[in-house]
């Protein structure tokens, strides 16, 4: 019903583009017809106009910014911006000395000077606007806003401005930067025999028609995929449900010395996920306990986790995943729980409903409507499972998969490809793959979640 | 302590939407002002600009003689107390208190820090070279910190728990907390946003009262905000009644209550609610005829009490709406008009019954009607009684606008006249009509308004009755027998003489219909800004012309917006006939007539489509230039409509 | 007995036997998040090491001889080493991620600036990457900075991907009424102000959570640490942990304790604070 509602509501959001944008050009389109001289001199040589306003302070930050670009785009911006085009044309050989162009580095340079640029883009235009400003508040008879003032309001009304900086510079270079890079890898054909110091070259969209098209990509990326989708559905349903049962069970009247009881799950909570995965291998390994029980009673000892060990793997890999995950969804249930207004289950005993009926109409409905988005999230995180199978089955490569075994997941897949194999351009493609695929799931049903409309009422 | 004055006040948001709209009003020092109205009717939206939490759209907000529009908070020097109290939950009570004392900074002069060797004492003041005191600024020490917050909290009773925190603390005493919070720094305007009604009804009416006597004793200006007509009518000087962005009232208790302007106001002050009823009207003889639409009854009401409607509601066939509250019927016969009433239910309070009931005997349309009898009384339920209503006590709302149509000050005066021969005969005297209105011969009706009553005329009146409404004085005349409305300044007393203002009446007769001069001449322009020797003039640009404009104008329109926008902006200037006069550089206009009203003439001309009327004292003709006074302009920005001088 | 004497019984036979079951379950859940634990903790005090030498899941012979060697033996595994390296990246990663997630979560949750909106969707739209594919990238960017094998490498990177996660700080901050700032504006308090007086005293526990989760990533990683750092010296103890095989399975068990101990602790902190909640007593319910 809503998500009707939600695409019905699209053309209009579409055809109110062109009058956003119109509105955008209007503000730019209203200080290059209505700036005086001084905001000209501003666009010639940034903070210009801002000393001709007596505002020397800021008018030499301004101009110290444009001239530390200019030094910038002299000595090295200008190559990595064309690097990034070419990524290098001088290919390099060991034999006769010559260094030549390391084209990974070149595009990784390359999308960071672009980066430099579109700041120092963002700086000029707010060098335009600030003179602007400084223009319209002199023309209409108000107190321009002087350096101290701004420095100032740097720790209070912006006071955003300040704190932000450092996150958004550290989430820049380190979140950004490299899913860019890896998006335009996808582009290439970096990988296989093409490494540095071979010459890295742009293909287009050649990468994703190999995984679709191509023998050895395309088989195995279907059946991954749809293992991939059962394991991320019945993990996400397993450990919520059993994280909530378990929550309910804690919450019983009945139970005596819950924190005690409690204490069990958090245990295993709190250990590193490497370490129980690494014991769990270990448990399940042709020399570990549940072996030697088996030949103790006469058994052939099995391969749990072996080659040939598809469902048996998969399933130890569906508890284990439990059991790590069932503790944090315990914990979260039992603090949406305690919010649970007690008097509608009074209100339903004395209506005469059974504990199962309260479940279900009332305990169920709410924890629902409250955990949506982390649903959400634990469904993303078990469709993105890399440790579990990586630990316990790592390295693996089964018949009738190409550089996989049964158990992996996409992104297991994926790690086995560019890591540990170099195909770096089609890891990349698949990447961007499982990222439209979780996109997709999660931003429908985040935007359509309760606690992302309600955001607001909190003021 | 200051006076608040709000002009024109505007909360607009980006999307288009108007939350307060042209707020206007002057708050004298120590005045209580609750501003009350059902939720999202802007009030603590209003409260909040005041405060300066929430930035002002446009219109000017002074507290004492400061324009306060765009300052900070903390430089307003107000207190606010909020609906969920807004303590600070980590620091104990004295901290809470103390906080605001501890960001201010006192005036005092350098002093020795310690004793030195030169015979200068700690504590001491620093002389300068001239022996002049070196004026600083510095914190409050110790001391003074805690006996300011000890006298705010002696003042609230709450000395004993300075140690505790927030959370150890019951919702009356938070509430006085969040209160001492507020007067411990002895601000000028004390602002409260719902502070009551986290609280259980026993604990507010104690608050209530404490509140009341606060204000007593800080004497100070304080604004509160409640959507309780009860905490309203009880603790306010004035009240101002808000509904959707829109000022519905501003009166004291009494008058709110006595003389509701409108169904809204009416409805919503007093307990149990005003009972409503579709009506009409119909004058017959010296009585009117109330008929219900809705039931089958009617009451008769002597005219005398609906002196000051306006005629054509009582033809019989304007909807109108009655309203009268529970007290003013009763089940006793003490009123002199009777209706039938099904009676469906009471409600015994032990002072008094609250007996509801149907005017329709039979059932069908809703005629719910709430009459209050004295102490415990019991009643037949589906009993039919009759009920008598004290006519005295009646309202009447138009049906569409839901405005009184029976104000304290009416309108306008509804005269019988006659015209013969340029001469209008009413109220048994003849006056010659002015050359400007031309007339047909005949009978007919005359409106007066009653600011078109003049002192100082050739008219015999003797002044029967004055009453004082909003500031000014209401006097009911008597001429040859006839009542007439005037407003005057001042108290007057037995025989004045009265003339009428003949530009703003409407006449009436056989079939012809003249009426009253426009008082406001509207002209679209725009603001632009010339460089003249050197100096920047701002010229209000209206038809390629240009006009000086005074600094108070261009001062406020460039408040009322950001930017360059004054610059960009279409706006309406409008100036009464007497802002406009005829001159050498002008806006081009066609002579289109004269209008002589004897004493004064006025042209209408026609410039580029608008027509507007402007005082001359020659007779006109042809292609004029009107030149606008631009120190009498008023000014709205048309794109936002919002009125900025 | 009268059908009512019946019923009641009834109702009391089914109580117990719903106490009994609920027990039961009980039991059965610790048993299975304990049992692993316990392992783990006998195993690492076995004589022999080997996981070939256990009888099952119990070793056949006891002793310290794990722990000697995981802190004696340090020529091949240097524990130690590892622990403390770990120890370090751990604990100024937490410092420094904690500082900018919550600087992050308090500008989301109390400013209304122009691109706040594109922020958080880009956040959530950049939190679906597949992570490690980026690590690529870093590891060629650390290249270019210097700073591979080494362990301010790995902090920057912790501390400046921690902002990302800034979605359940912000939530929180939500739930701090908003007039609590307004009446500190008032009062004469500048933003920055009410965020170090009021905001950050009033969010303890999330600090506590903050630091927590900030601390367990680097705590217990590996991609990253095995991605950039060469020199077995300045391993961490989750690299250096996989690179143990199964016939060191006590050494494992015993470095595992060690490194599982300080996040368990702290683990039962946080529990604390997470039932307390915060009782903000003085703003209405």
New interface residues.
Partial sequence: MKIVEKFKALPDKIRAIPKKLSDKLAGAKEILTQGNGKVTASMLVMGLGQLIYKQWVKGAMFAFIQIAFIVYFVLTGATDLFGFFTLGTREGNAWYGVEGDNSVVRLIMGILAIMIIVLYAAIYVSNVKDVYRTQCAVDTLKKPVGFKQEAAALLDKSFHKTALALPVIGVCVFSILPIVFMILIAFTNYGGDIVPPALVDWVGFANFGKILSLGQFAPTFFKIFGWNMLWAVLATALNYFAGLGLALLLNKKCVKGKAIWRAFPILAYAIPGFITLLGFKFMFSYGGPINYYIQQGGGEAVGFLGLDAKWSARFIGLAVNAWISIPSTMLLATGILSNVNTDLYEAARVDGASSWKQFIKITLPYVLFATTPVLISQFIGNFNNFGIFYFLRGGLYADGYFLASDTDLLINWLYNMSIDNNYYSIGAAISLVIFVITSIISLTVYVLSPSYKQEETFR | MANLSLKHIYKVYPNGAKAVNDFNMQIDDKEFIVFVGPSGCGKSTTLRMI???EEITAGELKIGDTVVNGM???DRD???V?????????MTIFENIA??LR??KVPDVKRYKKDDNKGHRAGEPVLDKNGQEIPVMRKYNKQELAAKVNEAAEILGITEYLKR?????SGGQ?QRVALG?AIVRHPKVMLLDEPLS?LDAKLRTQMRSEIVKLHKKLETTFIYVTHDQVEAMTMGTRIVVMKDGFVKQIDTPKNLYKYPANKFVAGFIGTPQMNFFACTLKKSGDKVKIKFTDADAEIAVPYAALMKTTPHYLDGNKNVILGFRAEAVSLDGAGDAKIKVKISHSEELGTETLVYGDLNTEGGEDTRIIIKAGGFRQFEPDAVCTASLDTEQIHLFDAETEESIMPRVPEFNYLDCSVKGGKLTFLGTTETLPPAISCADGKGELLIPVSAVKFGGGIKAKVTDSETVNGKILLTLEINGSRLYALSDKERKGEVSIGIDYKAITLRVGGSEVLPMPRINCLDGALI?EKKDGATVYCLLIGGEKFAAPEEV??KI?AA?T??K???TAFRYEWDAYGLSVGENGISAEVEGMLDYGEEKFARVNAGGQTLYVKTDADLSGTVRIVPDAAKVSVVESERRIRIV | MNKANVKVVKAKTKRVLNVLITYCILILVAFIFFFPCLWLILASFSKSGSIYSFDGFFPAQYGFDAFKSLFTDTVMYNYPRWFANTLFIAVMSCILGTFLTILTAYCMSRFRFKSRKAMMKATLLLGMFPSFMGTIAVYLIMTQFNLINQHWGLILIYSAQAPMGYMVQKGFFDTIPYSIDEAARIDGASNFTVFVKFILPLSKPMLVYTALTSFTWPWSDFILPKMLLIDKDLYTVAVGLMSLGETEFARFAAGSIFIAIPIIVLYFCLVKYMINGMAAGAVKE
Wanted: no cysteine; proline share 8%; hydrophobic share 40%.
């Fill in positions: 405060a300066g939490l900070e908070p903390k107000i207190a606010m909020f609906q969920n109290y807004a303590l600070y939950p980590h906080f605001g960001m201010r925190k927030p959370k150890e603390m938070r919070r986290n800004a261009y001062t460039f917006t930017g360059r004054a610059f960009n």
